[in-house]
């Protein structure tokens, strides 16, 4: 049985068949099978579907910019120098750790050369001040005085 909206188009009976080939048939119109067997075109009176919609285009190729470029040829170069370093402060840790016992032992020697030296100064600070006090040097002062520009200078010394 046919849909409603459907008319289906009957050649006359003097008209000779020839069935037309899918490319000569009119946009909008079909080939439909009758009920009794028979083919016939057939066009829809009623609204038509319209084609479903094309699929979105691909998006273009962007191209890649200069950053990711460099950063992608630099990373396998950073972090391969990150490996080689790794490996290089593994072979010389027995000799890092000696030698940071040595420069604590020198700032431990530095330290106490210190202590050393303040008290040397002190005690040979304290010897020169008691020599000075019974010593008693005596203590010289001199007053020179002149007047006018080419004028003659007099002076007094005097030992206390």
């Known amino acids: ?8 188009i009957q050649p006359p009976a003097t008209a000779p068949r020839h069935p037309l ?3 000569d048939i009119p946009p909008g119109v079909q080939e439909v ?48 120098g990150i490996a080689i370093a790794a490996i290089g402060l593994s072979a010389a840790a027995p000799g890092l750790i000696a030698v940071s016992h040595v420069l604590w032992s020198a ?8 202590a050393v030296a303040a008290a040397v100064i002190g005690r040979v600070r304290a010897r020169i001040t008691t020599t000075q006090r019974e010593m008693q040097r005596p203590h010289i ?6 007047t006018g520009l080419f004028g003659r200078a007099n002076g007094t010394i005097n030992h206390r």
């Open 107 to 114: 700032v431990a020697t530095i330290a106490a050369g210190g």
């Open 33 to 80: 099978i009758l009920p009794t067997g028979e083919r016939a075109l057939a066009y829809s009176t009623g609204p038509t579907t319209p084609p479903p919609p094309a699929a979105p285009a691909p998006p273009a190729a962007q191209p890649i910019p200069a950053w990711a470029k460099t950063t992608a040829l630099l990373a396998p170069t950073v972090g391969g």
């Open 141 to 146: 002062t001199q007053h020179i005085t002149a």
């Open 1 to 8: 049985m046919l849909p409603e909206n459907v008319t289906t």
């Open 21 to 23: 080939p899918p490319q």
